[in-house]
């Protein structure tokens, strides 16, 4: 962690498995690796609380951990803090949010750094409602450790998840996942709803110029039959007004 953190003014000691503490040489030098967010040791997760006066090490609360989730796909003119902050809020409470450069170089609008609930399975990102348009934004997730592709839980591998058991069959498909890779940042994909939703967009713009007069089928918002969240099930929300 002295690499990761740059500094050698820290002292590390272990107070049993999973519990450590560390102690700074100076305030500036605590403030700043705190700043930094949560780190990854050999892709596990490091939480970091900063020390409470009167507090025994057990009733610290690790239940939650602040990350930096990425959004992608808002238009350029709607990459506002507002918009972010409410296409967020679903992830969990909304610490602080910056925007990207408008310059159209990205389809990044802007992170927000969101205090996570750990119990709780990620959330791959979501579809809103814009002046009468559906778009759907991807989310992505900065320094994410290992997590259950199958229940999308935080700290363990699918193989040993006990919410729904590991299905090889299922894990060997990418298009028939709903937790994958992709929700790292620095894997730089698109997730497969991203995929299949603006395919469908498509489809439906090609088959509006060759047949104009055919009324639209209802579209499919949500492209891989994954029902058993119910945080997809009320996915569709307005967030303009
Ligand atoms: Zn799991």
Known sequence: MKRAWRTDQVEISQHEAGLYV????SEGEKQRVLDNGHWLFSNHLVI???WTPNTPLHCYDFTTCAFWVQVFGLPLEMCTKSLIGKAVRHVGRVLDIKIENK???????GRARVEIRLQEPLKTGKLIRLEGKNIWLDFCYERLSHYCYSCGKLGHYAMYCKDFPFDEEKMEGKDKMYYGQWLGAE???HSPFWLTFYETQDKQEEAAEIIP??????IQLIPIDHQRNSQNKEIMETIAK
């Open 103 to 109: 310059d159209g170089t990205t389809l990044r609008a």
């Open 213 to 218: 007069e055919t009324p639209q089928p209802s």
């Open 22 to 25: 560390f102690k700074f040489n």
């Open 187 to 189: 894997v730089r994909e």
């Open 48 to 50: 970091l609380k900063p």
